[in-house]
């Protein structure tokens, strides 16, 4: 009995001696700086979810301040740890509490915050834009926040209502301000409606202007309408020597291959695949792979105009594509779920180790919804994880339950709540495993999918 409890002694002994310097009782994390945590191997990084800063897709870390903050722990030899705060407020919070070791955030530089932490790394200029078409020969692109005047424009109560309110007091009145009170409704949702034309004017940050130009082409961000504001990484006082190297990091890497190709992936490339025309209908063909979709869909029970329809969707049947995040080939699978599907390495464009792999990957995800009963209802939720990740329609699903809707139906139900994954009131319910999602791509994916399925099954008879 002695010799286990010895043993159970040094197993304590042994965890204490691993865990974070700062996360231990009675040390002060005012000692805590780079040698430290390169004795622990550990960088840990502070960050909000959100499109611009970090989410989760398909199961893999995505966000332009996650990418940078895991080249600067790579710089120093460091393991990225991320931890995710609700707000900037939190943020703060948890790193003087010695939580994490870096903010990987543009945190507003504001006397407030100079008071509690030491800003490093780049000097970000952040401002507000009004989010508006293209100029075309109906509507004008406006050039001057003048010319708001008499113009209605759609905010949700926050910092871009508060800011169109002085705006509009500055300039004398006669902005049409529109108030969004509806929780349906996200301020992502405003920017697709300016897109579609919806509605004429919003306001956004202009780094998240920047990001949704990127998926509707017809908008235009240029015109500020705040001043200039600051913002950059921040670090405790005490760890100066941290400081140093991330300001010493972004003045040598801001011009490396693997910053641009982190700017360009967020705020420059185009999110959407082209899509032209099918082969031929009439004669009875999708695509020139229809022999691969009927023999794997067939194996998996599924309808294999649906795994059509999923691949147009996909690749537009291009097996040479690859997708802004990484996906690659026919079925556009991630390369970690390629590999744990049995996609060898290098395979990727061959059309049949990826459907073969995306018709495992669907048997998968299908094992996962047991519980929902309806064969046509299950096929949306596995089309949804298919594009999202299976945690982000968990999520939903569980939002769905708690605000009194079916979690085992999707239209008018979870569907609501998977659009509702990109306002920080419901990704940050407690509910919420996965942080921020762009919920409406998901929305509209499974929507296209099987109304294109639908349309296949009525001209091409299986």
């Given at each position: 009995m002695k010799q286990i409890y010895t043993l159970i002694l040094v197993c304590i002994c042994m965890i204490a001696c691993h865990q974070r310097p700062q996360q231990q009782a009675g040390v002060d994390i005012e000692h805590y700086d780079l040698p430290q945590m390169k004795d622990s191997g550990v960088l840990v990084a502070l960050t909000l979810n959100s499109s611009i800063s970090y989410f989760d897709y398909r199961?893999?870390?995505?966000?332009?301040?996650?990418?940078?903050?895991?080249?600067?722990?790579?710089?120093?030899?460091?393991?990225?740890e991320i931890k995710t705060a609700k707000n900037i407020q939190?943020?703060?919070?948890?790193?003087?509490?010695?939580?994490?070791?870096?903010?990987?955030?543009?945190?507003?530089?504001?006397?407030?915050?100079?008071?509690s932490v030491a800003f490093c790394g780049e000097d970000i200029i952040t401002h507000q834009v009004l989010v508006q078409r293209n100029s075309t020969k109906n509507l004008k692109a406006l050039t001057n926040v003048t010319e708001?005047?008499?113009?209605?424009?759609?905010?949700?109560?926050?910092?871009?209502?508060?800011?169109?309110?002085?705006?509009?007091?500055?300039?004398?009145?006669?902005?049409?301000?529109?108030?969004?009170?509806?929780?349906?409704?996200?301020?992502?949702?405003?920017?697709?409606?300016?897109?579609?034309?919806?509605?004429?004017?919003?306001?956004?940050?202009n780094d998240l202007a920047r990001l949704n130009?990127?998926?509707?082409?017809?908008?235009?961000?240029?015109?500020?309408?705040?001043?200039?504001?600051?913002?950059?990484?921040?670090?405790?006082?005490?760890?100066?020597?941290?400081?140093?190297?991330?300001?010493q990091w972004h003045k040598e890497n801001m011009t490396?291959?693997?910053?641009?190709?982190?700017?360009?992936?967020?705020?420059?490339?185009?999110?959407?695949?082209?899509?032209?025309?099918?082969?031929?209908?009439?004669d009875g063909k999708i695509s020139h792979f229809d022999h691969l979709f009927k023999k794997y869909a067939k194996e998996i029970g599924w309808d294999w105009r649906i795994m059509a329809s999923l691949a147009y969707n996909e690749s537009n049947f291009d097996t040479t594509a690859v997708s802004w995040v990484g996906a690659k080939g026919l079925m556009q699978l991630m390369p970690k779920t390629a590999r744990a599907m049995g996609l060898p390495e290098g395979k990727e464009q061959n059309p049949e180790e990826s459907v073969k792999a995306a018709s495992k990957y669907l048997a998968h995800l299908e094992r996962?919804?047991?519980?929902?009963?309806?064969?046509?209802?299950?096929?949306?939720?596995?089309?949804?994880?298919?594009?999202?990740?299976?945690g982000h329609i968990y999520d939903a699903m569980a939002l769905a339950e708690k605000y009194g809707k079916n979690k085992y139906i999707w239209d008018d139900n979870v569907?609501?709540?998977?659009?509702?994954?990109?306002?920080?009131?419901?990704?940050?319910?407690?509910?919420?495993?996965?942080?921020?999602?762009?919920?409406?791509?998901?929305?509209?994916?499974?929507?296209?999918?099987?109304?294109?399925?639908e349309m296949y099954k009525q001209k091409i008879k299986d």
């Open positions: 199961g893999e870390p995505m966000g332009f301040q996650y990418e940078l903050a895991k080249q600067f722990a790579q710089s120093l030899g460091l393991k990225l939190a943020l703060v919070h948890m790193l003087l509490q010695g939580e994490g070791d870096l903010i990987a955030y543009p945190l507003p530089v504001t006397k407030e915050f100079k008071d708001l005047i008499g113009k209605k424009v759609y905010a949700k109560p926050g910092k871009h209502l508060d800011r169109l309110i002085n705006l509009n007091k500055e300039l004398g009145g006669g902005i049409l301000i529109h108030e969004i009170s509806n929780d349906s409704i996200t301020h992502e949702d405003l920017i697709m409606q300016v897109s579609n034309g919806t509605i004429d004017y919003t306001i956004s940050d130009k990127t998926y509707y082409p017809n908008l235009n961000v240029s015109l500020a309408v705040s001043f200039d504001q600051r913002a950059s990484w921040a670090v405790r006082k005490s760890a100066s020597l941290l400081c140093e190297a991330a300001n490396s291959p693997a910053y641009k190709a982190s700017t360009k992936k967020y705020f420059e490339n185009s999110k959407r695949l082209p899509h032209g025309p099918i082969l031929s209908i009439k996962s919804f047991n519980k929902i009963s309806n064969p046509e209802e299950k096929v949306k939720f596995i089309l949804g994880s298919y594009n999202a990740g299976i569907a609501i709540y998977i659009l509702l994954k990109s306002d920080e009131d419901y990704f940050n319910d407690p509910v919420c495993k996965n942080g921020y999602f762009r919920g409406r791509e998901t929305f509209n994916f499974v929507k296209d999918i099987l109304g294109r399925a």
